[in-house]
Every structure is written in C-alpha cells, then in structure tokens.
C-alpha cells in the first residue's frame, strides 16, 4: 500500500493541473482581499480582520465542491486511459486501488485547504485593521473548520465513488454535483409538499450542514454531530463505491 500511494503521490503532485487549480484559488483570493482591503480603506469601519476573516466560516460550502476538482486531478480519466485496466491487470488488488486514491485525493484536498486558509488569514491580518474581536474571529475559524473537515471527507468520498462507478469523468462530476448540491433541494421539495421527514434528512446533507454551521457557533454537539454524520456517509461511500467497483469490468 505504500508504494502504491507514494505512485498516487508522485503522479498527482507531478501534474500542473494541481499547482494552476491552486494558482487561480490564491488569484481569486487576493480579488477578495483587495476588495475587503479598499472597503476599510475608504473609511468602512466595518472591515476590519475579524469581518473579512470570518468569511471563511461563510465559505465552507465551497470545500464540498471542490472535492470534484482532486478527485478529477488524482483519477485522471483512468477508465479513458486504460491505465485502471492496467493497473487492475498487473494484479493489484482492487480495495488497494480504491483505497489509494482515496488517500490521496483527501491529502490533496487537506494541503490545498490549509494552503488556502492560511493565506487568506494571513493577508486579513496583514492588511486589514485590528481589534478586540481578532481572538473571537480566530475562534470561530478553527471551530468551523473543525465541524467542516468530517463533512468535506464525506463529500471526498461520495465523489470518489461517482469517479469510480461512473465511467465518464465528465458525467461522475455532474452526477456528484447533483447527489451534494441538487439532492437537498429535491429533499426540501418533497418535505414541504409530503412529509417533514424529508426535511429532517436533508438537514443531514454535508452542504446544509456546513451552511447551518457558522449560525450556531461553539456548539460542541453540533460539531460532534458533523463528525457523526461525516463518518458515517464516509463509510457508506467506500463500501458503495468498493463494492460497485468489485463488480466492475474493466475494459
């Protein structure tokens, strides 16, 4: 398994596509700082670190989405390829294959997101003005990226799986959208005109809970919920998705 994802590794850290995907991201950070940086700096008492900084907490959503962008750089259109049927062919045991690029795919998206919020912070800090509110904003980042990080597993590997069961990389992209993005609207539909247990699920959805997650802050139960529920749609994920691919003929 080692040298398996020391070849996952190599590979997806070798490939621009990584470091141009990462380059765009910083780009458009520094667009939103520069914004939040001239609002303060026309007189806008209001933007200040903790303002600008905690728009990470609003943001969380975004981490879910991503997942569709490392799962597509560690995958590589291997199906498209035939290097899946190679690898499959040169006798490396399925679960090892699923499970690697698994790995990788969320190590990738663990650097990238640290990357990201750092930076960000750190040019809030740098250039915005400072106050009494700097620690509660620090706070409520780690809080939320602490409830986040279960659920962005989660959606890691609900997308993994659509990679691995959908031929189409192209098609396993939309089809994750639609399970992470589009199913809790069809959940709130079919709540408001059937039953209230439809609610009560899509309350449960890694999108909508990251959404509720900054409005409810320093709740630890909910955190603990995140993790619950992150865990568990993990889980669920991997076994869906080993089995199909079990099953799968490579061709």
């Not at 597509?72 to 390829?81: L, R």
């Not at 040169?90 to 990201?116: D, E, F, H, Q, T």
Request: with cysteine.
């Amino acid at each position: 398994m080692r040298n398996y994802l020391a070849a996952e590794c190599y590979k997806v850290f070798r490939r621009k596509y990584l470091y141009l995907t990462l380059i765009v991201v910083l780009a458009l950070e520094g667009v939103l700082l520069w914004g939040c940086w001239l609002t303060s700096s026309w007189g806008n008492e209001g933007m200040n670190f903790y303002s600008a900084s905690t728009l990470v907490a609003a943001m969380l959503s975004i981490g879910v989405y991503a997942t569709i962008l490392t799962c597509d750089m560690v995958f590589s259109e291997q199906y498209k390829q035939n290097t899946m049927k190679n690898e499959v062919a040169y006798g490396l045991p399925r679960v090892r294959i699923y499970l690697g690029k698994l790995a990788v795919s969320a190590l990738v998206s663990i650097l990238a997101a640290v990357v990201m919020v750092v930076l960000y912070v750190a040019g809030c800090w740098a250039l915005l003005p400072h106050g009494d509110t700097d620690a509660a904003a620090l706070t409520l980042i780690g809080y939320s990226l602490l409830g986040a990080f279960p659920l962005w597993l989660a959606a890691q590997g609900i997308t993994m799986a659509c990679y691995f069961i959908v031929r189409n990389t192209t098609l396993a992209a939309f089809v994750s959208v639609g399970l992470l993005g589009v199913v809790p609207g069809i959940l709130q539909a079919l709540g408001l005109l059937f039953h209230p247990v439809f609610e009560r699920v899509r309350q449960l959805m890694p999108t909508v809970m990251l959404e509720k997650l900054p409005n409810v802050a320093f709740r630890m139960d909910y955190v603990g919920l995140c993790w619950l529920v992150g865990i568990v749609l993990l889980v669920l994920s991997i076994v869906v998705g080993l089995v199909a691919f079990q099953k799968k003929e490579i061709r």
